[in-house]
Every structure is written in C-alpha cells, then in structure tokens.
C-alpha cells in the first residue's frame, strides 16, 4: 500500500515538472498579459480584429511554458507550431497577403488623380528617419532597415523584409508594425491636427472622374513592369500586389480573385497572425533592444505622418486653386490600409461634416502600400 | 618544320617548369611560434615551439632529406627523414615542425629548440645551399613572427597564430560594416532610397497622367459621337461608358443596392422570374470527375 502511495506521488512529481505551473517565469505571465490586452483591445474597442485576435492568441500559445524537447515550441525543429513558422521565417506569407491586397484593392481614386502617389512616396520618410535613429542607437544597418520599416505601417512588408534581413528581431518588429497599425485612429489625429491650419482642412478636393476599365487593367501592368525594373528586389511583394490587382480588374477571372482576397488571404492572415504572436516568447521578446524597437516604431509612424501631410502643404503651393488637396489627406500617405484613409475621412467630417474625404484618402493610401513596398526592395536591395 | 620546333619549345617549356616546380627551392619558412605558452599543441599533447613551411609552388614539393638548424654554423643539425609520405607538401600547403628537441616523437619533432638561439634555417639535401633563413626578434609568448602574406617578403608579429594554416587572416567585410563605415547615420542610404521612390512613384504619377489625359479625350469623343447620332434620331442623348459623374454612378449603385435589399417579391403584385445558372466549368464537370472504367 505504501510502496504505491509512494509510486503515485513520485508519478505526480514527474509529472508536475512537465507543467506550465512548474515552468512558469516572471516574463511568461507579462507576455500573457500582454496577449490579453491584444485581445481585449480586439474585441472590446474593435481595433484591427482581424490581426490583432489572431496574433493576441498567438502570444497566449508562444508563452505557454513547457518542459523543453517535447517538440512543441515554435523555435522546436520539427513542431507543428515551426512548420508553421516556416512561412514567417522565409518570407512566404507575406507575398501571398499582397496577392490579397492586390486583388481587394481599387487603384481608381489614384488613376484619377495620379499626383496623389506621391503622398504615397513622401510618407515613406518615416521609414528612412527611423533608419537613422535605429543607427544612431547602435543596431546594425540590416537590423535598422527591419525596425525602419514599421514606419511603412505596413505589417506584410515588415515581416518580409525582416525575415529577410533580421530574423532575430522578427517578432519585436512584426508585434510592433501591427500593434502601431492598429493605434493608427490614435496616433494620427493630433499630428494631422499640429500640421495643419483650420483653413486648410476645410479644403474641398475635386470630385474624382470616373476611371474606364482600360485604365484600371493598365494601372497593374504599367505599375509593376516599371517600379520592379527600378526596384527588382521588391519583386514577390509588387509581382503578387499587382497580379492581384489585375485578376480582380480584369474582369475575366473573378473566381480567382474571389479566391484571393477572400479564402486565401483569410487562412494567410490566420497563419500569419497566430505564427507572429507565438514567436514572441518571453525568452527571445522580453529584452531591452524589443523595448527599443517599440520607442523607435512609434517614432516612424510619426514621422511618417507628418510628412505625408507635410508633403500636401508644399505640392499646394504649385497647384491651381481648384485643384488643391486637402491636406488631412496626407496621413494616408503610411500604408495602414484604410485605416488611416479612414482617420483622414473622420478628421475631415469633424470641421466639415458635408466634406466626404475617405475616397481621395484611398489614393495615397494605396499608394503607401506600392511605397513601402519599393522601399522594402530598396533596402532589401543594399543590405542583403 | 615551325610546328615541330614550336612543340618542342612547348614540351622543355613544360618540362623545366615541371622540374623547377617540384624542387624544394619553392620552400619557405612561413612563421614561428618561439615561446609557446598557451597554443597549439602536439599529438602527444604538449605545448612546444614550432616552425612553419609553406610550399609556395603548384606542384607538390618532398622536404625529405633537407635540413632544419637553429645554427648557420651547422646547417645539417637536424635531417628531415627521407620516405615518409608526410614530408611531400602538397601545392600552396604548409606543413609544421615542432622545435622541442625530441626527435624521438617523430618526423617532425626536430633536435633543438628555438630558446637556444634567434634563428633558424632551411638547408637543402645538399646541406649547403641555403634555402631560407630568419632572424627572429626577441620571443613574445604565443605571439608568433611570421609573413604577412604566405611566402611574402614582409616578416612582422602576427595579430594571432596560424599553425598550418594561411597567414592571410583577411576578416571579410560584411554590407553592414561596409555601410556602417562609409555611412554611419544612414544619411546617404536615406536619400538614396528616398530618391529612388520618389523617381518610381513620380514615373507611375507621369504614365498614368498622360494615360488620363488620353482617356479623358477618347472619352469626350465617344460622347460626341453619340450625342451626334441620337441627335440624327431625335433621341435623347446617351452618355458614353465612363462619362457619368461619380453622384450618377453613386445614386445608381444606392438604388440597386436598396433594390436588392427589398427582394421585391414582398410586393404581391410583381413576379419575379429568377435564371437558375448553371455555369459550366471543366472544373465541376461530371465526366472529368467519374472514374473511366478500363476497358
């Protein structure tokens, strides 16, 4: 009777240490909490659901602790969890995201009126400022290029162009992009506000002309065979963005970009999402450079802002009076799409409320997506 | 008669390059370790002073039956065994004697010791013709003197030791040291990079401006045209695809949208007759998916 209490309890002793309870770390229960809070923020305030859900539950599953070797861990070669995060890893989801985006995305309101692409251009400054500061802080030139290009608010094209250059700090930059992306109707707002007289908000945009079908086929294949002949490097981000594009314009393969944007790009974000969240485990998350990373994001989505906006109030100076653009448009220069097409519409409406400017926001909006994308290929260009 | 000779040119050619290649005049002394402290060790596990040759040729070189001595005075001190197939050093290698004065530990453990004089010598089997010699300066421990680059003129301390190994320590510069260096706070880079988008999205602006402009003058055209012909017609004008403005087409996708919502079988009096569609495809075709029996 004894020697099977005994067995028993020795049995239980084992099997305790093989517990999360027994494994447990100060680090694990702050990224639980962290994965909380993502998921509260999802549900609660309907921030980003769609990315946010996905990743918050990530993090819940990377932290889980557990006895290593038991090939469960998304860093465990072999684990269902790794495969999966093989996607990440080499950069094969975010292609397919583009392929999505391309095939959802109108590029009408930029065909109509293509000078907007140039916001586009002006608001990828907060890529290249944050570049800078990462270098000034002392991060490698390829780890500053993967931390610079959450300033594109975009979260695809960062998680590509880390897994590329900087691994290691995928998941700081990837959880930083996205969590930045959603707090967009937070942090827009006031910079929009700072940089702008109450004038210049009321500006009242041209209506867009209607776009024929023709123009909407060229813009996908003039678009990528000339910014991936200057930018080869961005190839699998432009080539899937436009393809996309021209299987949802053409009008002859509407299953297919049915399927795009729809089934495909839902079960690429689901893996995408679940994937990032888990690799922030406590271990490899929780040290002072991922602080660094968060500081300097923020610092790039401001950036960014301000110079979208920035970039109107100078191009107002040479166009004609009926032409002028409103200048809250420019903080959809930051890709966020439409997020931050949506701010400028909100923001609009609160000193204007007849002044709808959500379809002239769409135009540096996508653009943002085409910039950020080319500045990935740049920077994936010289440093890889 | 020219073929002939030029051959026979070619194969002396061949052939005094092929003897001068295999003597052991290619032979260099490559680096010394005097004071072995905390480095390399031999197979017997002990820390000794060494000597490294290089073969500088492309063609492997026996040093066989030369001669190693720390004294100029006695150039045969110490005789490389003959016939063992260690001592042929093959193209561009190096090969490793230990000055630890115990000759008994093998071929390449020689009879003296670097600690004993600042020099050493290789003479060849003759014993007489000086092959290569070094003075080295004062022993530094586990610093060795060697040439910078393997068979080089240049003698000098090396930054660390590289028994049997090249001396050409070349560290390769990675892009990022290589940016870091030129470009320390990424201004450069930034403006590259700023230019380039700006110049691709700029290019994008250009195309599609000159695209619109087209299209706005095809546009008018078309409308024109039809305008005339429904005027031949007495009949109200009919704007050509693309010319409506954006309320038109917004009020029209309201009242479709609206129309659809409705379902407007609610209305008794209105019936609706619905197509069944059945597109085909390939894709869901019977006879593509029912197994063919063999026949």
Redesign the interface.
């Known amino acids: 009777m004894n020697e099977s209490l005994s067995f028993l309890t020795e049995n239980l002793g084992e099997f305790f240490k093989y517990t999360g309870i027994a494994n447990v770390t100060f680090g694990h229960i702050v990224m639980i909490c962290v994965g909380l809070i993502f998921i509260t923020l999802a549900i609660v305030k309907e921030w980003e659901p769609m990315l946010l859900v996905p990743i918050g539950f990530g993090i819940l599953i990377g932290n889980i602790p557990f006895f290593s070797g038991l090939q469960v861990g998304i860093y465990e070669e072999g684990s269902v969890l790794n495969i999966l995060y093989s996607g990440v890893r080499n950069g094969w989801y975010p292609p397919l995201i583009f392929l999505g985006i391309g095939a959802m995305t109108d590029f009408s309101s930029?065909?109509?009126n293509?000078?907007l692409?140039?916001i586009?251009?002006?608001a990828?400054?907060g890529?290249?400022?944050a570049?800078?500061l990462s270098?000034?802080l002392g991060f490698?030139?390829?780890e500053?290029a993967s931390i610079g290009i959450i300033g594109g608010a975009d979260g695809p094209t960062a998680i590509f162009l880390a897994s590329r250059l900087a691994p290691d700090i995928l998941g700081a930059v990837a959880i930083s992009a996205y969590s930045y992306m959603a707090l967009v109707p937070l942090i827009q707002p006031p910079i929009m506000k700072l940089f702008t007289t109450r004038k210049e908000r009321l500006i009242r945009m041209k209506?867009?002309?209607?776009?024929?079908?023709?123009?909407k086929i060229?813009?996908p294949i003039?678009?990528f065979l000339?910014?991936c002949f200057?930018?080869p490097s961005g190839l699998p981000l432009l080539g899937m963005l436009f393809f996309g594009n021209l299987l949802k314009e053409s009008g002859v393969t509407r299953r297919l970009a049915e399927t795009a944007r729809g089934p495909m790009i839902d079960i690429v974000t689901i893996l995408i999402g679940v994937t990032v969240g888990a690799s922030t485990q406590a271990t490899t998350f929780l040290v002072s450079e991922s602080v660094k990373i968060f500081a300097i994001g923020a610092f790039s989505f401001i950036i960014a802002t301000a110079a979208g906006v920035l970039f109107v109030k100078v191009l107002n100076l040479f166009l004609k009076k009926g032409n002028k653009i409103n200048p809250l448009i420019g903080n959809a220069g930051v890709s966020a799409v439409p997020d931050s097409a949506r701010v400028s519409q909100i923001i609009g409406q609160q000193y204007d409320p007849s002044n709808h400017l959500l379809?002239h926001a769409m135009g540096p909006n996508v653009?943002g997506v085409?910039?950020s994308a080319?500045?990935a290929g740049?920077?994936l260009g010289?440093?890889? | 008669m020219n073929k002939r000779y030029l051959s026979l040119i070619g194969m002396l050619i061949l052939l005094v390059t092929g003897i001068r290649a295999q003597t052991t005049s290619d032979l260099r002394l490559n680096e010394l370790l005097p004071l072995n402290v905390d480095n390399y060790e031999d197979d017997f596990g002990i820390r000794s002073a060494w000597i490294e040759i290089f073969n500088t040729s492309y063609s492997t070189v026996d040093i066989g039956g030369c001669f190693l001595t720390n004294d100029i005075k006695e150039p045969t001190k110490y005789r490389i065994p003959k016939g063992d197939v260690l001592t042929k050093i093959k193209p561009r290698q190096h090969v490793l004697f230990w000055a630890d004065n115990k000759p008994v530990h093998g071929t390449f453990h020689v009879n003296f010791t670097l600690s004993e004089s600042n020099f050493v010598a290789l003479f060849a089997s003759d014993g007489k013709t000086l092959i290569d010699s070094i003075r080295f300066p004062e022993p530094v421990a586990d610093v060795s003197y060697g040439r910078l680059t393997d068979g080089g003129k240049k003698w000098a301390s090396l930054d660390r030791t590289t028994p049997n190994s090249t001396n050409t320590i070349v560290e390769p510069e990675t892009?990022?040291n290589k940016?870091?260096e030129k470009d320390?706070?990424?201004?450069v880079?930034?403006v590259?990079?700023?230019s380039?988008?700006?110049?691709?999205?700029?290019?994008?602006?250009?195309?599609?401006?000159i695209?619109?402009k087209n299209?706005?003058v095809i546009?008018h055209k078309r409308a024109v045209r039809a305008a005339v012909k429904q005027e031949k017609y007495n009949k109200p004008p009919i704007m050509a695809?693309?010319?409506?403005?954006?309320?038109i087409?917004a009020a029209i996708v309201f009242a479709i949208d609206d129309y659809l919502k409705d379902e407007h079988d609610i209305e008794n009096t209105i019936l609706t007759i619905t197509k069944v569609a059945r597109t085909y495809s390939p894709w869901s075709s019977k006879i593509y998916n029912l197994r063919q029996f063999p026949r």
């Open positions: 930029l065909v109509s293509p000078k692409l140039l586009g251009a002006a990828q400054l890529i290249f400022g570049y800078m270098l000034l490698a030139p390829n500053a209506p867009p002309r209607a776009v024929s079908q023709t123009e060229l813009f003039v678009g000339l910014t200057i930018v379809m653009a085409i910039g080319v500045a740049i920077l010289f440093l890889s | 892009e990022n940016l870091l320390p706070i990424g201004i880079m930034s590259t990079a700023m380039v988008v700006f110049i691709a999205l700029a290019l994008l602006f250009l195309i599609f401006k695209i619109g299209a706005i546009n695809s693309g010319q409506e403005s954006g309320e087409c």
